[in-house]
């Protein structure tokens, strides 16, 4: 009943959708297929989109590799620090990541590259540098350090060595990083509705002019199918990449860089890190404490009001406190929904439960939003006004965060104590509550701060389904950015920054309180997975 | 599990006390405890005319909220999405561009002000439009120029709309998108009525001139415009920013820095009207009834740069002195832009994205 209840959740928005796509007044049409896919312009766009993703990818790469390899093969001073920043931005919400790339980049930086690809292309690299550092950094790490020692004792040079030896080692997670990576960018979407101006675009920005500006509900119908197509190709090929597994093995073991030419290498890579994650988040501080040329605290105590000419319709105080409160409430749908969920996934593991509970990354959120828009806004049941509407949305788009983090734990726990259980007496409903859920509840205490900080940031379907009295955090960032002048940009500079310090408590909390390093086996468990995508 | 969804509803129920009250389905209990209130869906740079909402609230006893969200056109979709649960009672800037789309989605309920008939003739809507949305106010979408950087640089203001793709103009002019801004809409209805079916060609010279596009008249007129310290000085704005930029002065400015180049004005007509399933359906005709007295009208001037569009509304001294009316300004029928419009902004697109 649980994953049927996912596959209601996601296929009857998009089917809300697809209905919307091929029928005009009360008849069948083809005018908006026909329209959108006959438009030389829809192609340029889609193309637009792959070849950003592709940028995206390749870059990431680029700087990513290098600071792989340094942070899993070498021990050195601040080496926890480096990596520890260089996952911060992942798990920032899109809108909040891409104002303070815009405090370097933008209108108030240094340097104005706002709609123009370079400032998306750098967000990406800031956003994604954390999945690379993760999946590559681990395999290197992984490497049995007698197999490199061994070539080189058989008369390989270091060149040589690596070629031979640590590439074809960490080949399989270079691979399905790149995957993941293009996957992330491919379905951007607030990174590029911050950075882009209007003057950049991709499918999920071009569904969000359509229907939000143009009011063409038919033609963004179309595009949101395209979008869907796009992806599971993507998600097809990344399945058929990772699963050409390598094997690494080995412990861990990291030795001290030895050479200059090492010391450098751990120089530059600590360089790289503090530039990518480092100083857009520093600028967003330093610019949140600046008004016009002055600097100031107003920014911070003026954020009970509103501020005139920003046009919001509650104060961005207002508008944090809700989106707590509606992230908590999010928060708790998406685990509710998820614990019978992972149940399922865990006791088939690649099943056809698993599948349904992948669809929500499939279908971009964006198109969860107006398709969830068009579904309940049609009489005789009219939603469109009530509070847990956005909610809702967000618990939807956070649900795959939560199974990936508790199936895997429930998946782990030994046959042998289920057996015992049942037993003594405990079968189904009693062996969930007594056993299972009690032995689990680290990772469903993990999954649950992770669902918060992903219903917190949500943007892709919020920003269809919040009313304007009603705006939610991410929303009132991409407001307040996009107007010209100093004080609404402040002020979002000033609501990024609370939402940095928001994400990294709870994340810090859970990672206080739980076993083993829990920020980090969320990375790896709750957003790593290739169903995990993260809309941005 | 529909004890988990139960909790959960608990919890999120604690997230919207909605102290607000009456702004939508859900507000209906707030016992009635607190003042009455009208809701004015709006643009965000629409200014209240805050005298003539206080004389509004002696009279009914409610107060005015306005609840904004983007341009013009953000504002106008945002509204047919909620089409019928509405976000306020009265929807304000329409304009002329836009009007036909609010037949979409049943958005508003009929209703015009006994007040209408005082409004000239070719501001009013024909047929079933009209009797949804009510004209309020008038203006004229144009090309401004800064004139003290021409003259720095001995160039002539171009005169005609036809010289703005003239290489002696190359990379000077600032746009707005007509996807997302109702001046840059506007402006492109006016460049397609004096082309006709060459228009695409006279973008096409534009975009090989160098024209940029931005998404709205403030990125445009308030960054990109040489006046506002911006690299551009031709920009689309309106007739009225020359008073506009000597009251904003405060006193620095005696004369407008801007002129218009009157050859490229298109007239524009912003209009309100009741949104269907108004939680406040009385005092929401009461608004749009109040949108046309004497109170109303005579402070738009000066609060949003507008013409009233009730004849003999004194006008303020900075509009006498410096506001232009254009001789000849393109007019459009609404009904015509409503038929073209989707297709004129898709080509448009196609030319400039």
Redesign the interface.
Request: hydrophobic content about 35%; some cysteine; aromatic content about 2%.
């Given at each position: 009943m649980a994953v049927g209840t996912v596959a209601a959740l996601v296929l009857l928005p998009v089917a809300a959708l697809l209905w919307r796509a091929i029928r005009d007044g009360d008849g069948w049409s083809a005018d908006a297929l026909s329209r959108i896919l006959g438009s030389g312009r829809t192609w340029r766009v889609l193309g637009a989109t792959v070849a950003q993703a592709a940028a995206s990818t390749v870059l990431t790469l680029v700087v990513g590799l290098p600071v792989a390899w340094v942070v899993g093969t070498f021990a050195f001073p601040g080496r926890r620090a480096v990596r520890l920043l260089a996952l911060v931005p992942f798990v920032l919400p899109s809108v909040v990541l891409a104002t303070a790339v815009s405090a370097v980049l933008g209108p108030s930086g240094p340097v104005d590259l706002r709609g123009t690809w370079w400032a998306v292309l750098a967000a990406h690299l800031s956003f994604n540098l954390a999945v690379v550092v993760v999946v590559v950094g681990g395999a290197v790490g992984r490497i049995a350090p007698s197999l490199d020692a061994t070539a080189r004792t058989l008369g390989a040079g270091p060149l040589d060595a690596l070629r031979r030896v640590v590439i074809p080692a960490v080949r399989p997670a270079v691979t399905s990083a790149a995957a993941l990576v293009f996957l992330f960018c491919l379905t951007s979407f607030g990174v590029l509705v911050v950075l882009g101006g209007g003057a950049v675009t991709t499918l999920e920005v071009e569904i969000w002019v359509r229907s939000t500006r143009q009011f063409d509900l038919s033609g963004a119908a179309v595009l949101a199918g395209l979008q869907v197509v796009t992806v599971v190709a993507a998600l097809g090929l990344l399945g058929a990449a990772s699963r050409r597994g390598g094997a690494t093995s080995g412990r861990l073991r990291r030795r001290r860089p030895r050479s200059p030419a090492e010391v450098s290498a751990v120089l530059g890579a600590s360089i790289a890190v503090v530039v990518v994650s480092g100083v857009p988040l520093a600028a967003l501080l330093e610019r949140s404490t600046r008004l016009g040329g002055e600097r100031t605290w107003s920014n911070w105590t003026g954020l009970g009001s509103v501020l005139e000419g920003t046009g919001l319709a509650v104060s961005p105080a207002e508008a944090l406190r809700r989106s707590l409160l509606g992230a908590a409430a999010g928060a708790a749908v998406a685990v509710a929904v998820a614990l019978p969920a992972s149940r399922l996934a865990a006791r088939r593991p690649g099943g056809g439960s698993e599948r349904v509970l992948m669809l929500p990354v499939a279908v971009s959120a964006t198109t969860v939003g107006l398709g969830l828009l068009l579904l309940v806004g049609r009489p005789p049941v009219d939603l469109r006004g009530t509070w847990w509407l956005v909610p809702f949305a967000q618990a939807v788009v956070a649900l795959p965060l939560v199974v990936r983090v508790v199936a895997p734990a429930l998946r782990a726990l030994p046959g042998s104590t289920l057996d015992a259980a049942a037993v003594l007496g405990a079968e189904g409903r009693s062996r969930w509550w007594r056993v299972e859920l009690p032995a689990v509840r680290g990772a469903v205490a993990a999954g649950a701060a992770l669902a918060f900080v992903a219903c917190l940031g949500e943007f892709g379907a919020t920003v269809f389904l919040a009313r304007s009295d009603r705006a939610t955090v991410p929303v009132v960032i991409q407001q307040l950015s996009s107007r010209p002048g100093p004080a609404g940009v402040g002020q979002a500079m000033v609501l990024s920054c609370i939402l940095v310090a928001v994400c990294a408590l709870v994340l810090g909390i859970l990672d206080a309180v739980g076993d083993r390093s829990a920020s980090d086996r969320l990375l790896h468990r709750g957003r790593m997975g290739p169903w995990t995508s993260e809309p941005t | 599990?529909l004890g988990?969804?139960a909790?959960?509803?608990l919890?999120?129920a604690?997230?919207?006390p909605?102290p607000?009250g009456g702004?939508?389905?859900?507000g209906n209990g707030d016992g009635g405890a607190s003042a009455r209130e009208v809701v004015l869906v709006t643009?965000?740079?629409f200014a209240l005319p805050e005298a003539a909402a206080r004389s509004f609230t002696e009279r009914t006893g409610a107060t005015i909220r306005v609840?904004?969200?983007?341009d013009a056109?953000?504002v106008?979709?945002?509204a047919?999405?909620?089409a019928?649960?509405p976000?306020g009672d009265v929807l304000f800037g329409v304009d002329s561009s836009l009007a036909t789309?609010v037949l979409?989605e049943d958005l508003l309920e009929p209703f015009q002000p006994a007040a209408v008939g005082q409004v000239p003739d070719p501001l009013r809507l024909p047929g079933e439009l009209g009797e949804l949305l009510t004209p309020v106010d008038t203006g004229e979408v144009c090309v401004l120029a800064d004139a003290g950087w021409f003259a720095a640089r001995s160039l002539p203001v171009p005169a005609t709309l036809e010289s703005l793709t003239d290489p002696a103009y190359r990379d000077l002019l600032v746009v707005q998108?007509p996807?997302?801004s109702s001046p840059g809409l506007t402006f492109l209805v006016g460049t397609v009525a004096r082309s006709g079916d060459g228009w695409p060609g006279y973008w096409q010279a534009l975009r090989d001139n160098g024209v940029r596009?931005?998404?709205?008249w403030?990125?445009a007129y308030?960054?990109d415009y040489t006046v506002s310290g911006g690299d551009r000085p031709l920009v689309v704005s309106y007739a009225s920013s020359p008073p506009a930029e000597v009251v904003f002065s405060e006193g620095a400015r005696s004369e407008p820095a801007s002129v218009v180049i009157q050859d490229t004005c298109v007239q524009q007509v912003e209009y309100a009207g009741v949104l269907r399933g108004a939680p406040e359906p009385e005092l929401a005709r009461q608004l749009v009834e109040f949108m046309l007295s004497p109170e109303w009208q005579s402070e738009l001037p000066l609060t949003n740069f507008v013409f009233p569009v009730v004849p003999g509304t004194p006008l303020p001294v900075e509009f006498e002195r410096f506001a232009v009316r254009p001789a000849a300004p393109q007019q459009v029928p609404p009904d015509r832009i409503g038929e073209e419009r989707?297709a004129w902004?898709?080509q448009w697109?196609?030319i400039l994205?």
């Open positions: - | 599990m988990l969804l909790c959960s509803a919890i999120a604690c997230g919207d909605a607000s702004t939508g389905p859900d643009y965000d740079s609840v904004a969200s983007g056109g953000a106008l979709t945002k047919l999405l909620a019928g649960a976000e789309r979409a998108s996807v997302t596009v931005r998404p709205s403030d990125d308030n960054v989707e902004i898709e697109r196609t994205e």
